[in-house]
């Protein structure tokens, strides 16, 4: 597959969102909000049960997606359009 510009800095852009975290943990998106407030906000929640496990397999597959994407473009001449 050609590597194109546009679809490249969007695979370098791709980031890990609230949503792909609730998914995972089969939580809601608020729950994750919650969880991250302040020590002393008044909605602040614990994180859900297995939340470390889940960030590892986000930060996993993340860290595959962008050697994947380093190893294509180092295989790519130089100027490439």
Do not use: N, Y
């Amino acid at each position: 597959m050609a590597l194109d510009f546009r679809a490249t800095i969007e695979a370098l852009f791709d980031r890990v969102r609230i949503e792909d975290l609730a998914e995972e943990l089969d939580c809601s998106p608020q729950s994750i909000k919650q969880a991250r407030l302040a020590d002393d906000a008044r909605g602040l929640r614990s994180p859900p049960p297995g939340w470390e496990a889940a960030a590892a397999r986000l930060a996993k597959r993340k860290a595959e997606h962008f050697r994947r994407l380093a190893e294509r473009l180092a295989a790519r001449p130089e100027g490439g359009r």
